[in-house]
C-alpha cells in the first residue's frame, strides 16, 4: 500500500518544498509509492489526518510553529526533517547569535506587531525526530532515498560523509591546494557530489556538519591562507549556525574579532 504523506512548512523560505515539487518526471513516478494527504504547497489541506510519514520543512521560530509541530508529531508515525532550517535551524538561526528585541527594532518600523520566539531552533530541540535530511535545499536523491526505504519499512542509514571524499572519487583538483579558495569541504557533509569544487569555488556547506568534523584544524587552515577572524566566522555561521560544531569555530574566531577591536 502507498505511504501516506502530509508536508509541512514552519518557519522557511519554501525552497525544499519547491525542491519536492520541481522534481518534474520523478515526481510522477514517486506519486505511485505515496498518497500525498497534506501538502498546501500542492494545494493539499488536511494537516490531521493520520499519516504514515510527516515531512517537515522550516525552523521553530513563533509559538505558532511550536504548536503545529507538536500535533504534526501527534498525528504521524515517521517525523523525518526536510532541509537546513528544520534540521539545524537555518540561515535564520544567525540572529540566536543576538539579542532578538534589538532586531525587531532595527528592522521593523513596529516592532510590537512582530510576536516571535528568541530562538530559531531546529525541529528536534522540541518533538522526536526519525530521521533527518539535510542540506539546503534537499536533493531529489535525498527524497527518493527515503520514500523507496520507508516503502520497504526501514529507515535510510545517515551518511555524513565529508564532501572532501565525493570530491577525491570524482577525481577533482581541490581548490583549496591548488587555487588557496578556502573550501568548507572537510568539514562538511556531502550529498550534492561535490558540485562547487567542480565548478572551481570552495565548498560553503550547504549540507551541515560531516561525521567528525575537524573545525579546528580547518579554521587554522583558512587563517593561513589570510583569512581574517571574520572572514573564518562567516565561513561557519553560513548556513549552519546552530549546530555545536560551527558554533565552537563561531564562538572561538569571535574572541579574536573583539580583541582586534580592543
Ligand atoms: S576542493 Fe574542497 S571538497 Fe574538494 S578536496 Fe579540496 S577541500 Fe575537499
Ligand atoms: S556548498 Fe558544498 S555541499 Fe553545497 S552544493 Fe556546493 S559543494 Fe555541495
Given at each position: 500500500m502507498a505511504l501516506t504523506v502530509a508536508v509541512h512548512k514552519l518557519t522557511s523560505c519554501s525552497g525544499c518544498q519547491l525542491a519536492f515539487l520541481n522534481q518534474g518526471p520523478a515526481l510522477l513516478s514517486l506519486m505511485e509509492k505515496v498518497t500525498f494527504v497534506h501538502f498546501i504547497e500542492a494545494g493539499l489541506y488536511d494537516p490531521n489526518t493520520p499519516v504514515d510519514l510527516a515531512l517537515v520543512e522550516g525552523s521553530v521560530t513563533t509559538k505558532d510553529d511550536l504548536e503545529r509541530l507538536k500535533q504534526v508529531r501527534a498525528h504521524c508515525r515517521y517525523l523525518v526533517t526536510m532541509g537546513a532550517c528544520a534540521t539545524?535551524?537555518?540561515?535564520?538561526?544567525?540572529?540566536?547569535?543576538?539579542?532578538v528585541d534589538v532586531w525587531k527594532r532595527a528592522v521593523y518600523?513596529?516592532?510590537?506587531?512582530i510576536d516571535t520566539l528568541a530562538d530559531s531552533t531546529p525541529v528536534a530541540e522540541h518533538v522526536k525526530v526519525d530521521f533527518e535530511l539535510w542540506g539546503c535545499p534537499v536533493t531529489q536523491a535525498q527524497l527518493d532515498q527515503l520514500i523507496l526505504q520507508l516503502s520497504r519499512g526501514v529507515l535510510p542509514k545517515d551518511d555524513a560523509e565529508k564532501v572532501c571524499m565525493a570530491c577525491k572519487r570524482a577525481q577533482q583538483v581541490c581548490v583549496m591546494v591548488t587555487r588557496q579558495e578556502p573550501c568548507m569541504g572537510p568539514v562538511v557533509r556531502t550529498g550534492c557530489g561535490a558540485l562547487c569544487p567542480s565548478f572551481g569555488r570552495g565548498c560553503y556547506?550547504?549540507?551541515?556538519p560531516s561525521e567528525q568534523p575537524n573545525g579546528d584544524s580547518l579554521a587554522n587552515r583558512f587563517a593561513g591562507l589570510g583569512l581574517q577572524p571574520e572572514e573564518i566566522v562567516q565561513r561557519f555561521a553560513g548556513i549552519h549556525s546552530h549546530t555545536p560544531s560551527h558554533q565552537a569555530q563561531i564562538k572561538r574566531w569571535q574572541q579574536l574579532i573583539v580583541k582586534e577591536i580592543e
Open positions: 539545524s535551524g537555518g540561515v535564520q538561526a544567525l540572529r540566536n547569535m543576538a539579542n518600523a513596529r516592532p510590537d506587531f556547506g550547504c549540507f551541515g
